[in-house]
Nanobody
Framework: QVQLVESGGGLVQPGGSLRLSCAAS????????MDWYRQAPGKQRELVAG???????NYADSVKGRFTISRDNAKNLVYLQMTSLKPEDTAVYSC????????????WGQGTQVTVST
């Protein structure tokens, strides 16, 4: 059974930092492209950052220079290091694993809440 479990969310003041983790089980992580998404109340889910199976990364313009995505395939973990956090970063952050095997295959975690507030 495939599971993606996010952790590391919480309440942080503006300008602070958090590191989110996504622990994968039931899949060989190195075969998958991994993304972090977020969804704020009343807003559509948006792609925050992605890292390919080969290690290439991409970021939403709103987080470039502040967030860093990385992966540790040996530990089946994906990270999202978030710095210089802003109130508008407040959202539920979820990780997604996907690959193309003839047909697209994808899995989602449950998400972790990040709240940036004084």
């Amino acid at each position: 059974q495939v599971q993606l479990v996010e952790s590391g969310g919480g309440l942080v003041q503006p300008g602070g930092s958090l590191r989110l983790s996504c622990a994968a089980s039931g899949i060989i992580l190195r075969l998958y492209d991994m993304d972090w998404y977020r969804q704020a109340p009343g807003k559509q889910r948006e792609l925050v950052a992605g890292i390919s199976s080969g290690g290439s990364t991409n970021y939403a313009d709103s987080v470039k220079g502040r967030f860093t995505i990385s992966r540790d395939n040996a530990k089946n973990l994906v990270y999202l290091q978030m710095t210089s956090l802003k109130p508008e970063d407040t959202a539920v952050y979820s990780c997604n694993a996907h690959r193309q095997v003839g047909r697209p295959v994808g899995y989602w975690g449950q998400g972790t809440q990040v709240t940036v507030s004084t």
